[in-house]
């Protein structure tokens, strides 16, 4: 079915909705287009704005449109003081960001995000990736524990803490955060790797070995990320 004159949407609303569908078609230009029509009628069409964000961020990968829908969408969210849909707009801002390299960027919409909505681990464990990039270990290693303690079982902020205390020669402590992921998950080979090669570093030879022979159990073999610890 084509957009006719005849059927050509007259308000904001409207063109709003025809974009959404254009958007499950997979007409992702038709779709920015509509919503862009929507913006022009009603500058306030914040869901226009947020839905183009969307778009250019995942479809089309216009990032430095979508930081700019973003930003119009947290601004109108803000004055229509909607905080769910100013905190989705941030956390989507700070993922472009970050895509971008601008780890500095993407840490203050994450910190924007969490000040609104404090108890999603996920907004923690993405800041402290960012965090990590910059080499903020110690504000890294405070994200990664507050998402241990709001989701306990989160093997992927251990591993981050085991492998910055790696980085920092604190093997005590790393061998503490692969400990932590053995007895959530006996079978993980990496975790087992990498404490075998902490307890290597603390001259613990016999220990280690032992756990090199349960990663190979539980198949793990040393990627180049692994090996460059084993030196």
Do not use: W
Not at 102 to 115: S, W
Not at 180 to 205: E, F, H, P, V, W
């Amino acid at each position: 079915m084509n957009d006719s004159t005849e059927t050509e949407p007259r308000d904001a609303y409207s063109y709003y909705n025809r974009g959404l569908m254009k958007y499950g078609r997979g007409d992702f230009l038709g779709s920015i287009a509509d919503n862009i029509k929507a913006i022009e009628l009603d500058p306030n069409a914040r869901n226009a704005y947020y839905a183009n964000g969307y778009t250019r961020h995942y479809k089309v990968k216009d990032f430095g449109g979508a930081i700019s829908d973003y930003s119009y969408a947290i601004e109108l969210a803000h004055i229509d003081t909607d905080v769910q849909s100013e905190a989705e707009a941030y956390y989507e801002r700070g993922n472009v960001r970050y895509i971008l390299e601008d780890f500095i960027g993407a840490i203050f919409d994450y910190t924007k995000v969490i000040e609104l909505a404090p108890y999603d681990s996920n907004l923690y464990l993405s800041r402290a990736h960012a965090k990590k990039k910059i080499l903020d270990f110690p504000g890294a290693i405070a994200d990664f524990t507050k998402v241990t303690e709001l989701y306990p079982k989160d093997e992927e902020a251990y591993k981050y803490m085991g492998l910055i205390k790696m980085e920092l020669h604190d093997y005590d402590g790393a061998i503490i955060e692969f400990t932590r992921i053995i007895k959530i998950d006996s079978t993980n080979g990496r975790a087992y790797y990498y404490r075998g090669i902490c307890k290597m570093k603390l001259i613990q030879n016999v220990s280690a070995r032992l756990d090199f022979v349960k990663a190979k159990e539980f198949g793990y073999e040393a990627d180049e990320e692994a090996k460059k610890y084993n030196q």
